[in-house]
């Protein structure tokens, strides 16, 4: 398994931004597909963004596509969630999850596919 952190989070107004990066412990990180989930309070964990080991493929839900943008840098063993347009409903813990195995089709969505978690760090957007 590999360690996650995260950190970005924080208050912000609708309109604005944020970005996300969640940093892994191990050096293999470039072997990892990398997603970003989240969870608001009384709802379900649900996935936002996922990208493959190299970053040639994307993946968002239809909620974010076009606001938000996930990338990493294998280099760093650092992948990030760029957040524009931010609405209140986007308030939630947001999660980095990392999985060895490659990831494809429908798996993106599913918690389940991810082995590894981060803490989580909350982002709050104000109307």
């Known amino acids: 398994q590999v360690q996650l952190v995260e950190s970005g989070g924080g208050l912000v107004q609708a309109g604005g931004s944020l970005r996300l990066s969640c940093a892994a412990s191990k050096r293999t990180f470039s072997s990892y597909a990398m997603g970003w989930f989240r969870q608001a309070p009384g709802k379900e964990r649900e996935s936002v963004a996922g990208i493959t080991w190299s970053g040639g493929i994307t993946e968002y839900a239809d909620s974010v596509k076009g606001r938000f943008t996930i990338s990493r840098v294998n280099a760093k063993s650092t992948v990030y969630l760029q957040m524009n347009s931010l609405k209140p409903g986007d308030t939630a813990v947001y999660y980095c999850?990392?999985?060895?195995?490659?990831?494809?089709?429908?798996?993106?969505?599913?918690?389940?596919?991810?082995?590894?978690w981060g803490q989580g760090t909350q982002v709050t957007v104000s109307s």
């Open positions: 999850a990392a999985e060895r195995s490659p990831v494809y089709g429908s798996s993106w969505y599913s918690p389940s596919t991810f082995g590894s």
